[in-house]
């Protein structure tokens, strides 16, 4: 079975759902996806964490993805996500240190999130992955 | 050709159509053909990568302006 390996670490719009696109694609067509969320990325994770923004670089374009998203032409990142997990193949984990950075514990989590985790953890999954993306 | 199943991914964007299509085959019998209509420019070429790497047959794709209409057969 082919593998993707993505450390997201950014929580911002544009950088979420080029992320989840990726690993849910992946998912359906029979890979398995495994995500290590960490820094600024672990906070997509917090229970109820909708993303308003984009990244400052890209603020200009910011309603034409809002736009997007309101027709329906573009489906939600959370919705994307939700279908990749619902397959079993994308594997969520949540940096250690940057829980404790943000003063969070995995009870602030989302349910989806598999496991609280190190950088040796994601090492370990990630090291026969064909693709490894760092996506911030 | 006719479908037993027809999923409408029209104005939607990547990966709006190969969702809608995992989703529909995920709920097809063996045997079944699923018609995918999408605009996506991506489309053809997503779902002909998509059925060579699931292993689901990709039938038949054809385009009538900006309408593209794709029969997958459902692998068992």
Known sequence: MSKIALIVASERLDKLFPAVTLATTAAISGWEAELFFTFWGLLALKKGYEPSEVSLDYQAYQDLLKEALASGSMPGWRTVLEQGIATGRVKIYACSSSLGMFGLTADDLEEYVDSVAGAATFLGKAKDAEVTLFVS | ?76
């Open chain 2, 1 to 76: 050709m006719k479908p037993d199943v027809t999923v409408d991914a029209t104005y939607q964007s990547c990966p709006g159509p190969l969702l809608a299509l995992a989703d529909a085959v995920s709920r097809a019998q063996p045997g079944q053909v699923v018609k995918l209509r999408a605009t996506d420019p991506a489309a053809p070429s997503d779902v002909r990568e998509w059925s060579a790497g699931t292993g689901h047959k990709l039938l038949e794709i054809t385009r009538d302006g900006d309408i593209y209409e794709m029969y997958i057969e459902v692998s068992g």
